[in-house]
Protein backbone atom coordinates (compact mmCIF):
# COMPACT_ATOMS: atom_id res chain seq x y z
CA UNK A 1 0.00 0.00 0.00
CA UNK A 2 1.54 3.43 -1.01
CA UNK A 3 2.11 5.55 1.60
CA UNK A 4 2.42 8.80 2.54
CA UNK A 5 5.96 9.48 4.30
CA UNK A 6 7.70 12.46 6.23
CA UNK A 7 11.48 11.80 6.75
CA UNK A 8 13.11 14.56 9.04
CA UNK A 9 16.34 15.36 8.70
CA UNK A 10 15.82 13.66 5.14
CA UNK A 11 18.81 15.46 3.57
CA UNK A 12 21.37 14.36 5.36
CA UNK A 13 23.51 11.35 5.65
CA UNK A 14 20.89 8.74 6.94
CA UNK A 15 17.82 10.67 5.89
CA UNK A 16 18.91 10.43 1.97
CA UNK A 17 18.82 7.16 1.52
CA UNK A 18 16.34 6.06 3.61
CA UNK A 19 14.33 8.83 1.26
CA UNK A 20 15.35 6.88 -1.85
CA UNK A 21 14.92 4.02 -0.39
CA UNK A 22 11.16 4.67 0.88
CA UNK A 23 10.44 6.01 -3.28
CA UNK A 24 11.98 3.08 -4.20
CA UNK A 25 9.42 1.21 -2.65
CA UNK A 26 6.38 2.99 -3.87
CA UNK A 27 5.79 5.63 -1.38
CA UNK A 28 5.00 9.23 -1.52
CA UNK A 29 8.04 10.93 0.37
CA UNK A 30 8.23 14.32 2.28
CA UNK A 31 11.52 15.56 2.89
CA UNK A 32 11.86 18.03 5.86
CA UNK A 33 15.39 19.45 6.70
CA UNK A 34 16.92 22.95 7.78
CA UNK A 35 19.98 21.90 5.76
CA UNK A 36 22.16 22.64 9.02
CA UNK A 37 24.18 19.43 7.99
CA UNK A 38 22.08 18.46 5.22
CA UNK A 39 22.58 19.59 1.62
CA UNK A 40 20.41 19.44 -1.24
CA UNK A 41 22.88 17.98 -3.21
CA UNK A 42 21.79 14.57 -0.80
CA UNK A 43 18.76 14.36 -2.90
CA UNK A 44 19.50 16.50 -6.09
CA UNK A 45 18.43 13.28 -7.92
CA UNK A 46 15.11 12.48 -6.38
CA UNK A 47 13.83 16.55 -6.67
CA UNK A 48 12.73 15.23 -10.39
CA UNK A 49 10.24 12.31 -8.78
CA UNK A 50 6.72 13.16 -8.74
CA UNK A 51 6.21 11.23 -5.33
CA UNK A 52 8.88 13.44 -3.32
CA UNK A 53 8.76 16.41 -2.14
CA UNK A 54 11.34 18.55 -0.32
CA UNK A 55 10.69 21.32 2.34
CA UNK A 56 12.77 23.55 4.59
CA UNK A 57 11.53 23.60 8.14
CA UNK A 58 13.52 23.82 11.50
CA UNK A 59 11.42 21.12 13.47
CA UNK A 60 11.66 23.00 16.71
CA UNK A 61 8.72 25.25 15.00
CA UNK A 62 5.41 23.36 15.15
CA UNK A 63 5.00 21.53 11.41
CA UNK A 64 1.13 21.14 10.20
CA UNK A 65 0.65 18.68 7.42
CA UNK A 66 -0.59 15.65 6.98
CA UNK A 67 1.12 12.39 6.54
CA UNK A 68 0.17 8.27 7.51
CA UNK A 69 3.93 7.85 9.10
CA UNK A 70 7.20 9.66 10.41
CA UNK A 71 10.30 9.15 10.80
CA UNK A 72 12.16 11.53 12.65
CA UNK A 73 15.97 11.77 12.12
CA UNK A 74 16.81 15.69 12.48
CA UNK A 75 19.45 16.17 14.37
CA UNK A 76 23.21 16.76 13.78
CA UNK A 77 24.93 13.56 14.56
CA UNK A 78 28.77 14.18 14.21
CA UNK A 79 30.39 15.49 17.51
CA UNK A 80 31.78 18.34 15.80
CA UNK A 81 28.63 19.77 14.81
CA UNK A 82 26.12 18.97 17.79
CA UNK A 83 29.14 20.71 19.76
CA UNK A 84 28.90 23.83 17.06
CA UNK A 85 25.16 24.97 18.55
CA UNK A 86 24.96 23.00 21.53
CA UNK A 87 21.67 24.62 22.88
CA UNK A 88 20.36 24.34 19.06
CA UNK A 89 21.33 20.40 19.42
CA UNK A 90 19.05 20.57 22.80
CA UNK A 91 16.22 22.21 21.23
CA UNK A 92 16.23 19.81 18.18
CA UNK A 93 16.48 16.55 20.19
CA UNK A 94 13.81 17.75 22.84
CA UNK A 95 11.72 20.51 21.75
CA UNK A 96 12.00 18.61 18.08
CA UNK A 97 10.57 15.65 19.62
CA UNK A 98 7.85 17.30 21.00
CA UNK A 99 6.74 18.93 17.71
CA UNK A 100 7.01 15.57 15.92
CA UNK A 101 5.14 13.90 18.40
CA UNK A 102 2.29 16.75 18.75
CA UNK A 103 2.09 16.31 15.10
CA UNK A 104 1.87 12.28 15.33
CA UNK A 105 -0.68 12.66 18.21
CA UNK A 106 -2.99 14.74 15.76
CA UNK A 107 -2.93 13.35 12.38
CA UNK A 108 -2.61 9.37 14.21
CA UNK A 109 0.73 8.45 12.40
CA UNK A 110 3.30 5.94 13.61
CA UNK A 111 6.74 7.83 14.53
CA UNK A 112 10.30 6.28 14.44
CA UNK A 113 12.93 7.99 16.84
CA UNK A 114 16.39 7.88 15.64
CA UNK A 115 17.96 7.62 18.83
CA UNK A 116 21.76 6.82 19.75
CA UNK A 117 24.26 4.34 21.23
CA UNK A 118 25.12 7.94 22.88
CA UNK A 119 22.58 6.72 25.45
CA UNK A 120 24.96 4.21 26.60
CA UNK A 121 27.29 7.03 27.33
CA UNK A 122 30.59 5.46 28.55
CA UNK A 123 29.63 2.10 29.10
CA UNK A 124 30.47 -0.01 31.89
CA UNK A 125 28.81 -3.49 30.31
CA UNK A 126 29.96 -4.48 27.47
CA UNK A 127 28.38 -5.17 24.27
CA UNK A 128 25.50 -2.87 25.48
CA UNK A 129 22.42 -4.62 25.40
CA UNK A 130 18.98 -2.18 25.24
CA UNK A 131 18.21 -3.23 29.05
CA UNK A 132 21.50 -0.88 29.92
CA UNK A 133 20.76 2.17 31.02
CA UNK A 134 23.88 3.81 30.52
CA UNK A 135 26.60 6.12 32.25
CA UNK A 136 26.19 9.72 30.75
CA UNK A 137 27.55 12.72 31.98
CA UNK A 138 25.17 15.45 32.39
CA UNK A 139 27.17 18.16 31.80
CA UNK A 140 29.91 17.32 29.55
CA UNK A 141 30.46 18.53 25.75
CA UNK A 142 28.33 15.67 24.14
CA UNK A 143 25.97 16.06 26.76
CA UNK A 144 23.78 18.70 24.49
CA UNK A 145 23.16 15.31 22.34
CA UNK A 146 23.56 12.04 24.63
CA UNK A 147 20.43 13.84 27.02
CA UNK A 148 18.73 15.74 24.42
CA UNK A 149 18.70 11.85 22.75
CA UNK A 150 17.26 10.63 26.10
CA UNK A 151 14.84 13.03 27.04
CA UNK A 152 13.58 12.29 23.16
CA UNK A 153 13.40 9.03 24.47
CA UNK A 154 11.30 10.00 27.35
CA UNK A 155 9.22 11.78 25.43
CA UNK A 156 8.31 9.12 23.07
CA UNK A 157 7.37 6.75 26.01
CA UNK A 158 5.57 9.18 27.65
CA UNK A 159 4.06 9.93 24.43
CA UNK A 160 3.31 6.48 23.76
CA UNK A 161 1.98 5.91 27.65
CA UNK A 162 0.14 8.76 27.53
CA UNK A 163 -1.54 8.93 24.35
CA UNK A 164 -1.36 5.59 22.70
CA UNK A 165 1.26 6.65 19.95
CA UNK A 166 2.40 4.34 17.80
CA UNK A 167 5.89 4.85 18.36
CA UNK A 168 8.90 2.87 17.53
CA UNK A 169 12.45 3.47 18.93
CA UNK A 170 16.36 2.73 17.25
CA UNK A 171 19.33 2.96 18.92
CA UNK A 172 21.71 3.11 16.23
CA UNK A 173 25.59 2.45 16.50
CA UNK A 174 28.23 4.50 13.93
CA UNK A 175 26.71 4.14 10.35
CA UNK A 176 28.95 5.28 7.71
CA UNK A 177 28.52 4.98 3.81
CA UNK A 178 28.67 7.38 0.99
CA UNK A 179 26.73 11.25 1.68
CA UNK A 180 28.68 11.74 4.69
CA UNK A 181 29.95 15.44 5.04
CA UNK A 182 33.22 14.90 3.86
CA UNK A 183 34.31 17.58 7.16
CA UNK A 184 31.55 16.65 9.27
CA UNK A 185 34.67 15.07 11.70
CA UNK A 186 33.69 11.70 12.17
CA UNK A 187 36.03 9.52 11.93
CA UNK A 188 35.39 7.33 8.73
CA UNK A 189 34.89 10.11 6.42
CA UNK A 190 37.74 11.58 8.07
CA UNK A 191 40.41 9.37 7.63
CA UNK A 192 39.16 8.44 4.10
CA UNK A 193 39.44 11.85 3.08
CA UNK A 194 42.52 12.44 4.73
CA UNK A 195 44.53 9.31 3.27
CA UNK A 196 43.31 10.33 -0.29
CA UNK A 197 44.35 13.62 0.05
CA UNK A 198 47.77 12.49 1.51
CA UNK A 199 47.42 13.75 4.76
CA UNK A 200 48.04 12.91 8.31
CA UNK A 201 45.46 10.68 9.81
CA UNK A 202 44.47 11.90 13.16
CA UNK A 203 44.16 8.97 15.31
CA UNK A 204 42.92 11.02 18.97
CA UNK A 205 44.02 9.51 21.71
CA UNK A 206 46.18 6.50 21.32
CA UNK A 207 43.70 5.15 19.16
CA UNK A 208 42.90 1.82 21.61
CA UNK A 209 39.22 3.09 21.97
CA UNK A 210 36.52 0.85 19.97
CA UNK A 211 33.76 1.44 17.81
CA UNK A 212 31.38 -1.09 15.84
CA UNK A 213 30.57 0.37 12.06
CA UNK A 214 27.50 -0.04 10.14
CA UNK A 215 26.84 0.10 6.99
CA UNK A 216 24.29 2.60 5.39
CA UNK A 217 22.17 -0.15 3.43
CA UNK A 218 22.21 -2.43 6.68
CA UNK A 219 20.54 0.36 8.51
CA UNK A 220 18.09 1.85 6.37
CA UNK A 221 16.86 -1.99 6.47
CA UNK A 222 16.57 -1.98 10.25
CA UNK A 223 14.66 1.54 9.57
CA UNK A 224 12.08 -0.05 7.17
CA UNK A 225 12.08 -3.31 9.43
CA UNK A 226 11.27 -1.40 12.48
CA UNK A 227 8.89 1.01 11.45
CA UNK A 228 6.98 -2.13 10.06
CA UNK A 229 7.10 -4.29 12.74
CA UNK A 230 3.82 -5.45 14.98
CA UNK A 231 2.18 -2.90 16.33
CA UNK A 232 3.16 -4.05 20.20
CA UNK A 233 6.97 -3.47 19.90
CA UNK A 234 8.10 -0.24 20.46
CA UNK A 235 12.07 -0.85 20.53
CA UNK A 236 13.74 0.90 22.11
CA UNK A 237 16.21 -1.38 19.81
CA UNK A 238 19.80 -1.72 19.03
CA UNK A 239 20.37 -1.04 15.14
CA UNK A 240 24.38 -1.50 14.39
CA UNK A 241 27.08 -4.03 13.15
CA UNK A 242 28.47 -5.69 16.40
CA UNK A 243 32.05 -6.37 14.98
CA UNK A 244 34.27 -4.06 16.88
CA UNK A 245 37.25 -2.61 15.77
CA UNK A 246 39.86 -0.04 17.63
CA UNK A 247 40.20 3.24 15.82
CA UNK A 248 44.21 2.59 14.86
CA UNK A 249 42.78 -0.70 13.50
CA UNK A 250 40.32 1.44 11.60
CA UNK A 251 43.52 3.96 10.52
CA UNK A 252 45.49 1.18 9.44
CA UNK A 253 42.39 -0.54 7.21
CA UNK A 254 42.21 2.40 5.54
CA UNK A 255 45.71 3.39 4.74
CA UNK A 256 45.90 0.08 3.29
CA UNK A 257 42.71 0.16 1.15
CA UNK A 258 43.38 3.82 -0.32
CA UNK A 259 47.07 2.76 -0.66
CA UNK A 260 47.98 6.51 1.11
CA UNK A 261 51.30 7.43 2.00
CA UNK A 262 49.93 9.69 4.47
CA UNK A 263 51.69 9.15 8.05
CA UNK A 264 49.36 8.02 11.11
CA UNK A 265 49.74 10.65 13.87
CA UNK A 266 48.43 11.05 17.70
CA UNK A 267 46.62 14.05 18.22
CA UNK A 268 44.41 14.56 21.94
CA UNK A 269 41.38 12.67 22.77
CA UNK A 270 38.25 14.93 23.06
CA UNK A 271 36.93 14.58 26.60
CA UNK A 272 33.78 12.06 27.79
CA UNK A 273 35.07 10.33 24.36
CA UNK A 274 33.25 6.38 24.86
CA UNK A 275 36.57 4.17 25.45
CA UNK A 276 34.33 1.04 23.89
CA UNK A 277 30.56 0.28 22.06
CA UNK A 278 29.15 -2.73 20.46
CA UNK A 279 25.52 -3.15 20.15
CA UNK A 280 23.79 -6.31 21.22
CA UNK A 281 21.83 -7.07 18.46
CA UNK A 282 19.80 -10.09 20.10
CA UNK A 283 16.24 -8.17 19.90
CA UNK A 284 16.34 -6.62 16.53
CA UNK A 285 17.40 -10.67 15.40
CA UNK A 286 13.94 -11.56 17.26
CA UNK A 287 11.66 -9.22 16.50
CA UNK A 288 12.74 -7.51 13.15
CA UNK A 289 14.65 -10.82 11.93
CA UNK A 290 17.45 -8.28 11.36
CA UNK A 291 20.72 -8.66 11.09
CA UNK A 292 23.83 -6.08 8.95
CA UNK A 293 25.61 -8.28 5.90
CA UNK A 294 27.72 -6.01 4.77
CA UNK A 295 31.56 -6.16 6.25
CA UNK A 296 33.51 -3.45 6.98
CA UNK A 297 36.20 -4.14 4.09
CA UNK A 298 33.37 -3.83 1.58
CA UNK A 299 31.71 -1.06 3.08
CA UNK A 300 35.00 0.66 3.52
CA UNK A 301 36.00 0.53 -0.36
CA UNK A 302 32.38 2.09 -1.47
CA UNK A 303 32.55 4.74 1.06
CA UNK A 304 36.36 5.26 -0.02
CA UNK A 305 35.00 5.39 -4.05
CA UNK A 306 32.47 7.70 -3.03
CA UNK A 307 34.92 9.77 -1.34
CA UNK A 308 37.22 9.28 -4.48
CA UNK A 309 34.44 10.77 -6.72
CA UNK A 310 34.32 13.85 -4.75
CA UNK A 311 37.94 14.31 -4.90
CA UNK A 312 38.41 13.74 -8.36
CA UNK A 313 35.51 16.31 -9.51
CA UNK A 314 37.30 18.77 -7.15
CA UNK A 315 34.68 18.99 -4.41
CA UNK A 316 36.29 18.03 -1.43
P1 LIG B 1 23.36 14.20 9.41
O1 LIG B 1 23.95 15.34 10.17
O2 LIG B 1 23.92 13.86 8.09
O3 LIG B 1 21.79 14.43 9.20
C1 LIG B 1 20.99 15.13 10.12
C2 LIG B 1 20.02 15.99 9.33
O4 LIG B 1 19.16 16.70 10.23
C3 LIG B 1 20.72 17.04 8.49
O5 LIG B 1 20.22 17.01 7.17
C4 LIG B 1 20.39 18.35 9.19
O6 LIG B 1 20.38 19.46 8.31
C5 LIG B 1 19.04 18.04 9.79
N1 LIG B 1 18.69 18.88 10.93
C6 LIG B 1 19.46 19.18 12.00
N2 LIG B 1 18.78 19.97 12.85
C7 LIG B 1 17.53 20.17 12.29
C8 LIG B 1 16.38 20.90 12.69
N3 LIG B 1 16.34 21.58 13.83
N4 LIG B 1 15.30 20.89 11.87
C9 LIG B 1 15.33 20.21 10.69
N5 LIG B 1 16.40 19.51 10.26
C10 LIG B 1 17.49 19.48 11.08
O7 LIG B 1 23.39 12.94 10.38
P2 LIG B 1 22.99 11.42 10.12
O8 LIG B 1 24.20 10.61 10.34
O9 LIG B 1 22.25 11.28 8.86
O10 LIG B 1 22.03 11.16 11.36
C11 LIG B 1 20.62 11.10 11.21
C12 LIG B 1 19.99 10.76 12.56
O11 LIG B 1 20.49 9.51 13.02
C13 LIG B 1 20.30 11.79 13.65
O12 LIG B 1 19.15 11.97 14.45
C14 LIG B 1 21.38 11.13 14.47
O13 LIG B 1 21.38 11.55 15.79
C15 LIG B 1 21.03 9.66 14.32
N6 LIG B 1 22.21 8.80 14.49
C16 LIG B 1 23.14 8.68 13.50
C17 LIG B 1 24.27 7.88 13.71
C18 LIG B 1 25.32 7.69 12.64
O14 LIG B 1 26.32 7.02 12.90
N7 LIG B 1 25.16 8.20 11.44
C19 LIG B 1 24.44 7.23 14.93
C20 LIG B 1 23.49 7.41 15.92
C21 LIG B 1 22.36 8.18 15.69
N1 LIG C 1 38.27 9.86 16.04
C1 LIG C 1 39.62 9.88 15.72
N2 LIG C 1 40.05 10.69 14.74
C2 LIG C 1 39.20 11.48 14.01
C3 LIG C 1 37.83 11.45 14.33
C4 LIG C 1 37.39 10.64 15.35
O1 LIG C 1 40.43 9.17 16.34
O2 LIG C 1 39.69 12.19 13.11
C5 LIG C 1 37.80 8.96 17.11
C6 LIG C 1 36.95 9.63 18.17
O3 LIG C 1 37.75 10.16 19.19
C7 LIG C 1 36.12 8.46 18.66
C8 LIG C 1 35.94 7.60 17.40
O4 LIG C 1 36.97 7.99 16.50
O5 LIG C 1 36.84 7.71 19.61
C9 LIG C 1 34.59 7.78 16.72
O6 LIG C 1 34.39 9.16 16.53
P1 LIG C 1 33.12 9.74 15.77
O7 LIG C 1 33.18 11.22 15.92
O8 LIG C 1 33.05 9.17 14.40
O9 LIG C 1 31.86 9.15 16.53
P2 LIG C 1 31.47 8.93 18.08
O10 LIG C 1 32.59 9.36 18.97
O11 LIG C 1 30.26 9.77 18.26
O12 LIG C 1 31.23 7.48 18.17
Not at 85 to 92: A, G, I, L
Not at 145 to 159: H, P
Not at 186 to 212: C, D, H, M, W
Not at 235 to 246: C, H, I, R, S
Request: with cysteine.
Amino acid sequence: MTKRIMVTGGTGFLGSHLCERLLGDGHEVLCVDNCFTGTKGNIAHLLDNHNFEFLRHDITFPLYIEVDEIYNLACPASPVHYQFDPVQTTKTCVMGAINMLGLAKRIKARIMQASTSEVYGDPEIHPQPESYWGRVNPNGVRSCYDEGKRCAETLFFDYQRQHNLEIKVARIFNTYGPRMHPNDGRVVSNFIVQALKGEPITVYGEGGQTRSFCYVDDMIEGFVRLMNSDDGFTGPVNLGNPGEFTIMELAEKVVAMTGSRSEIINNPLPSDDPRQRKPDITLAGSELAWQPGVVLDDGLKKTIDYFSAMLSRGEI
